[in-house]
Every structure is written in structure tokens, then in C-alpha cells.
């Protein structure tokens, strides 16, 4: 199984001061940052294979992993960094489709281990993460699903969608090799229809309502995780996931 990491953005929303600004899977929390949290529980789990997508500041990524003392994973860079992540996807197209399963998660989370379990438990699958207690409002993407089959993967829902589970998404999800392939080719389809400036979620979107490939949902709603995205967020983590994250066993470091 391989996991590819999407670390390429600017983090605008945090709001760093100029001239201070750095990746935000470098953010630390208990002196560990995100992307070591990320590799550590990988490993733990037994993903033996990880691709990291990169854009901005990608040395220091780097020297931060050496200086943890990590193996540098295998990297993939976005030049244009400042468009969307489905032109980080495409940068990592070659990892998507040289076979087996695939995990394609959001380098910005702050998260429980037993959320990746759930992700890479039994043999081949597709595989969202849903969370039903969820903050209502524009921000989070909503997974909605009718008789366990998803209707929708998107911030704003159209009026009059049926649906009987909606939660949000955390930003993981597991392909099978040929879905993962079929995935590459939508988000081509993105690349040379002039939408690089797209979130990658959309082309995700598209593919789960294709139904060509099915889904099933792994509900994780109670475990503690925070996507971080505007300085708000970064206080939480700190204050409200990092200590039930510390009483769990596992990684932790």
C-alpha cells in the first residue's frame, strides 16, 4: 500500500506574517510536527511506501525531516503550488497508477491513529472517512450518503438532495488500483479542460458519482482530528485534539 501526501500549498488562511510563513505540515505539536505525526503513524500501520506532493518552501520540508533524523520519503513537486491541489494531485500521477492500493490524504490534519486503521484495514477497497458530528456552516466538506452509497462530496449542497448520512469528510481517502487509475485520468481530464486552479475534492467528486467503482464509508465520528486551515484552528489543535490524542496509546511523539 502507498500513501501520497499532499504537502504543496501556501496555507494562506493561516495568516502567517509576511516573510514568516512556512509549510503547514511543519506546524508542530508537541514539538512534533504534522508530517512526522504523518510518517510515523504510516509506518506503524504498515504503509511501506510514501510519495510527498510538495510546492512551497520544499528544502526546507526537507531539511526538517533530516533533522528529525527520517529517511526523506520519495518527492513529487508542483512548481505552481499557488493553484489548486488538483494540479498537486496531477504532479503525482505516476504514484497513482503504479498499481496496488493507494491512500491519498491532506497533510494539514491533526489526527487519531485509529482513523488511519479504519482506513487501511482488510484487502483491497475503496474507502472514505466520515465524521457525523461536524460543524455546520461553508467550510467543511460534506459527505453525503443515500443507503451507504455517496450522493455528495462537496461545501455546498444542492437544494433538494436526497440523502440520509451526512458528515464531513476528512480529507483521506483509499483507492484500489484500477479506481486509483480511473482517478488520474479525471483529474487529466481537469488539467487539459483549464481547471488546474481546482480543488482536488471536485475530481474525487466526480468519481464517486461516476459509480463505476464502489465505496464503502468507515464512520469515525468521536475520534478527535482537526483539519487546520485559518489560525483558529491551529489553537485547537492544540488545546482540544492534541490532549485526547496523548491519552490514546500510540504514537504520540
Partial sequence: MR??????GLGLRLQQPPGEQFPKCLLRFDGVTLLERHLSMLEAAGVDEVVLALGFQ???????????GRKVPEIR?????DLGSVLTVHTVADALTRGGDVL???????YDERMLAALVAG??????LID????????PVKLCLKNGVPVELRKQLAV???????GESVGFFRFTQATAERFAQIVAGYIDSGRANMPHEEAVRDLLLERTHAFDTADVTGLPWIEIDFPNDVARASEEVLPQLQRTAGVTR
Fill in 3 to 8: 500513501a501520497i501526501i499532499l504537502a504543496a
Fill in 58 to 68: 520544499p528544502e526546507r520540508v526537507e531539511a526538517e525531516l533530516k533533522q528529525a
Fill in 77 to 81: 513537486l508542483n512548481p505552481r503550488f
Fill in 104 to 110: 491519498l490524504m491532506d497533510a494539514d490534519v491533526l
Fill in 123 to 128: 484487502d483491497h477497497a475503496n474507502r472514505l
Fill in 132 to 139: 457525523r458530528d461536524y460543524e455546520a456552516g461553508d467550510e
Fill in 160 to 166: 433538494g438532495l436526497e440523502y440520509d448520512t451526512i
